[in-house]
């Protein structure tokens, strides 16, 4: 049997792990409770521990492992795999996480950020296959993005590339999390989605978010809205077209700078379909140029709750072999 | 003495051409108008004459010249060296200049758009020297775009991509030409700069241009705004202002998404000098991440009303040695 590679998604609650074969399949997977609190030492250890869970799963032990991918939240440097101080890890500073997992593994250990591996995992075995260049948008609390050129992740002189949450769509617009004004984030995140329709809601609008969120629009979440149009609710689908629309809007951007054969969507609003697409890809077509506009897929992600391991691995796969 | 390299500008009004060193000095150089009336074979003719000459006056003979690069107004297609219809170029519609030219002189011949094409001249040998990663806008009746990422073009899959000037800065904003809405360019290309003017003289502004339009502000130019700076005109320098902070969002956006080493602007309103400037790298950077934004030098052009002929010779050398 040809060797194996490993991809592991340090989330904030729980890493989830795979062996994964050369030709793209998963063989044996894993998720465990991430236990942030105990610190960086203690999450080194279950990721170790669970690396070894899945090879031995396999049939397999170390020394069948090329190497290992991790996917972990910025701000980082991916060449020396260290993490600064992502939010949700508490009391990681500055921690050099590709080295200490290699103490613990003997094996070469690869980190990226997450946004970057879940691009890269779609272009190797998702919606992205068989495309040179595309552009993957995870639409969470935040908007993070992934860029592949000719097959190559783009990194930038810093690694910091790839921000496509922080377009600007709008000058003088709502204010970002990053301290700007009228990033794409702002308006098309899900807490930007969650915004668009509190401010609806205030000037009036009727709708069922008003019973779905119990009367406290401090609770109104993304899949109440998802549900409230799915049940029919108009102000609730309204919220989804604007928010498409945004995000057509800088999509219209990656077209006419980067001309990608495809740009993908991932995460829990994607649950919307059509409503969400159609407005995307309307405002992207009618905002870009004709040539590349008629190009560019614009299409759901393909790998799910996988994208993070696959990615994850993929990534650890192409560094190793010096494609990456 | 080693091989050499030709560059032609084709503009609609003249024809510059250059015998270039492979160390990039210009050996020998020509300009003659472009007799555009003539129709394309009429002007392929002036320019295969002109490369000649240049060659000739430089002591040497066609055999010496490895490849002649010619920079071209879109829309075309690079890689087969089509010209479509450019719309100072009248008569043309696909025209094989690349085949066309190389019947003529017996060299290799390759075309690139014109903003490509000073954007590599400006990475080969203008103010880009030294990076891998950067970015052109040319600020005139458009904003070009071009982008060098890892030393090379950016292409994209069509041959369409570094359209900078139709990023999306404002979403509802000024209709532009493309027909889409917030264009870039539709606030930072010179046209754009002189309607911001108006617009402002037409709420009421007191201002010299009134004096150096001679009263009708059809008539209104870039040049009389950057005159009217020079001055003292103190509207006209908020003019520059809104026009370096409009470019200030689009460079942020760039940032973001490219983290580039450099981004270098060209064209006559780069006169305008540190007004300009300063407006664009203080809105940058109060719009960018710090660390991509920090990294990020914000320049003016380094090869003025040689990047033309200096670029298509790079792109020449480049694409003829394989590294493009």
Chains 1, 2 share one sequence.
Not at 127 to 148: E, F, N, P, S, Y
Request: net charge negative; hydrophobic share 40%; with cysteine.
């Amino acid at each position: 049997m040809s060797k194996i590679v490993v991809g592991i998604d340090l989330g904030g609650t729980n890493v989830k792990t795979a062996a994964v074969s050369q030709d793209k399949k998963i063989l044996t997977q894993d998720s465990r409770p991430t236990a942030a609190e105990n610190g960086p030492e203690a999450v080194m250890d279950v990721m170790a521990q669970a690396v070894k869970d899945v090879v031995r799963d396999a049939g397999l032990s170390l020394e069948d492992v090329t190497a290992v991918g991790i996917g972990a939240p910025g701000p980082m440097n991916w060449q020396t795999g260290i993490v600064y101080s992502p939010p949700n890890l508490p009391g990681w500073r500055n921690v050099p996480l590709a080295e200490s997992m290699f103490k613990r593994l003997n094996v070469p250990c690869y980190v990226d950020n997450d946004a970057n591996v879940a691009c890269f995992g779609e272009y190797w075995s998702g919606a992205g296959q068989g495309v040179d260049t595309m552009c993957l948008l995870t639409l969470g609390t935040g908007v993070g993005g992934g860029i592949v050129i000719n097959g190559e992740l783009l990194r930038g002189i810093d690694g910091t590339a790839a921000e496509i949450g922080h377009l600007k769509v709008m000058r003088g617009g709502r204010m970002c999390g990053c301290g700007s004004e009228g990033c794409l984030e702002a308006y098309a995140s899900v807490t930007g989605q969650v915004r668009t329709a509190k401010e609806g809601i205030a000037a009036g609008q009727e709708t069922l978010l008003t019973e779905l969120s119990g009367g406290d629009f401090e609770n109104l979440t993304g899949k109440m809205i998802t549900e409230a149009e799915n049940q029919g609710d108009s102000f609730a689908r309204w919220v989804t077209h604007e928010t498409g629309m945004w995000l057509g809007i800088g999509v219209a951007s990656l077209i006419n700078l980067l001309n990608p054969e495809r740009i993908i969507f991932s995460g829990g609003m994607i649950a919307s379909g059509d409503s969400l697409f159609s407005a995307i890809r309307e405002t992207a077509r009618a905002n870009a140029f004709e040539v590349p506009g008629k190009r560019c897929e614009i299409l759901p992600a393909g790998l799910g709750a996988d994208a993070g391991v696959m990615g994850s691995a993929a990534c650890a796969l192409a560094r190793h072999t010096g494609e990456l």
